[in-house]
């Protein structure tokens, strides 16, 4: 009889000091998982969105810009459609607010970034353009271009039969332009995402008048 209380004694004593301690090293190193799967979970999720959000406003950027540029139109000093034309930055004439008047329209990369400029016409006889961009905006961020790949490239009336001298070399002659390509590279982290992504698309300039070269 004494021998089966002694076993039913010991079935039923409190875990040890050390039983106790383990359980709880276990435990805290269950938790731990957890809250760094947690973590990088969270993470990932915040890096997906965000190189989402990135592509689609450097898309809506893209698109933007091309539909600017064939509304591209001759300024209202008489200057051709065309300002100016760089691997990052071109400038030309649009009346962007609908308002008839032809204003100077700048799209430009700065630090990462793709900003448009714009400026309005002087009030006076002949029309003057001030230098320099009175109201700026900012389209895309997260704007990966090196120089190996410009964000603008132009082409001209013999393009795509000829590919010999066309992409142009830039700064272009203005005149000879008659498409000019968008392409913008986005990524969040280069360190880590090597990966960029890829938005391009080609402007026809729609509404030239046939000038002498």
Known sequence: MEFWHMIRRKSVRGMSLVEMLMAIFILLIGLEGVSLLFVNSWKMNRFVLETGNASLMA???????????RRSRQADNGDYPVESGGDNDVQVYIDIDGDSVTERVHYYLLDGSIYRGVTEPNATLPVTYPNGDQTVTLLAEYIS??????????????????????????????QDVRLIRVHLLVNIDPVR?????????????????????
Do not use: K
Not at 62 to 68: F, G, L, Y
Not at 193 to 213: D, G, H, K
């Open 59 to 69: 898309s809506r950027t893209v698109e933007t810009i091309v539909r600017d540029i």
């Open 145 to 174: 271009n090196t120089p190996a790949d410009p964000v603008f490239s132009y082409y001209n009336e013999d393009y795509p039969s000829d590919v010999v001298n066309n992409p142009l070399v830039t700064p272009v002659s203005v």
């Open 193 to 213: 995402a090597p990966n960029n992504i890829n938005v391009e698309s080609f402007a026809e300039l729609r509404n030239l008048n046939n000038y002498a070269n």
